[in-house]
């Protein structure tokens, strides 16, 4: 991956301590919301950033690229650092758990949709929700068979 600092020069932009800190915290952990990110800026030992920052800065952030969001569910999206994660999201409806799996599973069905309708489809910004194996395989489970 390319250099932070060296991407955001590209874009003329710089690295300021609020991108270098948001940047820091989905380093140390990945798939937060904008408030976990807060959270965690607000814990580095740093000057507060209020949310409203952090939000500008996840924007410019994804806008050159080094961050990308995803929808985990209806409410936040979440966001990691780009070119990190490689990756589609199975989110387990009752709970909760977000399992990464290779996008390539979902190149056949990507496949189909674009010689179907011409729809070129991206899966990056989306999960698809089911049951993982421990909950479908528990019939006490919510959605228990």
């Not at 600092?5 to 990945?30: F, I, Y």
């Not at 976990?36 to 950033?49: F, R």
């Not at 674009?114 to 194996?133: D, K, P, Q, W």
């Amino acid at each position: 991956m390319d250099d932070p600092g060296e991407v955001l020069r590209r874009h003329g932009l710089r690295m300021t301590e609020q991108r270098r800190r948001v940047l820091g915290a989905l380093t140390r952990r990945s798939h937060l919301t904008p408030d976990a990110i807060v959270a965690l800026v607000a814990a580095d030992g740093g000057p507060e950033l209020p949310p409203s920052t952090i939000y500008r800065t996840l924007d410019a952030l994804e806008e050159v690229g080094l961050v990308e969001h995803t929808h985990l569910d209806h409410r936040a999206p979440t966001y990691h650092r780009a070119g990190q994660h490689g990756h589609l999201h199975l989110r387990c409806r009752d709970c909760g758990r977000v399992t990464e799996v290779d996008p390539t599973l979902a190149t056949p069905f990507v496949d189909a949709l674009r010689g179907t309708t011409g729809f070129v489809a991206e899966l990056s910004h989306m999960a698809i929700h089911g049951r993982c194996a421990d909950c479908a395989a528990d019939p006490d489970s919510e959605g228990g068979a």
